[in-house]
Antibody
Framework: DVQVAQSGGGLVKPGGSLTLSCSASGFTFSDYTMTWVRQAPGRGLEWVSSINSGSYRFYADSLKGRFTISRDNSKNSLYLQMNSLRAEDTAVYYC??????????????WGQGSLVSVSS | EIVMTQSPATLSVSPGERATLSCRASQSVGGNLAWYQQKPGQAPRLLIYGASTRATGIPARFSGGGSGTEFTLTISSLQSEDFAFYYCQQYNRPGAFGQGTKVEIK
């Protein structure tokens, strides 16, 4: 079975940094585009970043320069390094798999989510 | 940047009735449109991709239509478990979810 298990998250002060991790199993991780999607409390879904099988990265324009997505195919793992965090970055962050092998696509498997709270 | 707009924000429907949700793209996305269902405290679930293809395990009462800039999600006969939030997402380019439609019990 496809599984996406997340770790990381927690409380961080404004201006601080945090790294989220995601471990995948049940599929050939290296073949797939992976993505991060976030959801602020009481709000809708917001795409954050994606990385394809060739490690080509895409970011939401509003986040460029502060967040870095990466992957380690030898560990079947996806990461999101978040710097210069702001209160408005407070959200549940989902790690997820993109269906198929294209650069973009629908998201067919989601992790359980990691809560990131940015507050002094 | 492609902007996705969903309507209505809230849809009040009685169990057994039909529900139609709309999603509009600010520019053509072809057929690269997905629909998701999300219940409180849960991760989203993929319902429809390619505008009209049901994802694995999705009941036939869910159907999607449209192309270009106008899309619909129809739930033919609402069951109790269908009351939830629904989001559309274009994937012609990375990103861009709609703001969501809440389907609530009338």
């Amino acid at each position: 079975d496809v599984q996406v298990a997340q770790s990381g998250g927690g409380l961080v002060k404004p201006g601080g940094s945090l790294t989220l991790s995601c471990s995948a199993s049940g599929f050939t991780f290296s073949d797939y585009t992976m993505t991060w999607v976030r959801q602020a409390p009481g709000r809708g879904l917001e795409w954050v970043s994606s990385i394809n099988s060739g490690s080509y990265r895409f970011y939401a324009d509003s986040l460029k320069g502060r967040f870095t997505i990466s992957r380690d195919n030898s560990k079947n793992s996806l990461y999101l390094q978040m710097n210069s965090l702001r209160a408005e970055d407070t959200a549940v962050y989902y790690c997820a798999r993109v269906l198929g092998i294209a650069v973009t696509g629908p998201v067919d498997f989601w992790g359980q989510g990691s809560l990131v709270s940015v507050s002094s | 940047e492609i902007v996705m707009t969903q309507s209505p924000a809230t849809l009040s429907v009685s169990p057994g009735e039909r529900a139609t949700l709309s999603c509009r793209a600010s520019q053509s996305v072809g057929g690269n449109l997905a629909w998701y269902q999300q219940k409180p405290g849960q991760a989203p679930r993929l319902l429809i991709y390619g505008a009209s293809t049901r994802a694995t395990g999705i009941p036939a009462r869910f159907s999607g239509g449209g192309s270009g800039t106008e899309f619909t999600l129809t739930i033919s006969s609402l069951q109790s478990e269908d009351f939830a939030f629904y989001y559309c997402q274009q994937y012609n380019r990375p990103g861009a979810f709609g703001q969501g439609t809440k389907v609530e019990i009338k």
